[in-house]
């Protein structure tokens, strides 16, 4: 059926619309420590302008925002699940995005679950997998390729920035 990560929703087009889509992100193991990726992912994203919604048990706030036990305790409509947890955690964090309805499952860089992501897709969800959303973000929106970056993105127009 699926062989791999890139048969799912990675191509440019589509990262940029969910990325210009989803505004609400809970993002599932976020750290408190600054030196984490969980937490240096998500505050880049919050600084762009994205609601930032930590989901771990283990702390009552991060980044200033309430944290929460799990995704059914969140009170309200979230877009994306960005996952920070290992492989073998994933599928049970797919059936509870799909039970709160999100609209995309979001596994970090080196993260690939293929049945999680077959049963959300079949559920309704958009799936990537394997790839870190503030690297995309900065890829298709950050301006990396003003640096030097060679981001794979060619284009004669310079990306609108998402608005906040």
Known sequence: MYA????FDSDIPTLRRILAECRTIA???????WHR????AA??????GYR???VNPAYESVLGEP???????IPFPIDMVDCFRAPAEIMSLARSAIGIKAKVLWMQLGIVNVEAAVRAREAG???VMDRCVKIEHARLFGGLNFVGVNTQVISAKRPRHLAN
């Open 27 to 33: 993002v599932v193991g976020l750290s408190a420590s």
């Open 37 to 40: 990726p969980s937490n240096f």
């Open 125 to 127: 969800l958009e799936v």
């Open 43 to 48: 505050k880049y994203m919050q600084e762009h």
């Open 67 to 73: 944290c929460y036990p799990s995704l059914e305790a």
């Open 52 to 54: 930032i919604v930590p």
């Open 4 to 7: 791999d990560a890139a048969e």
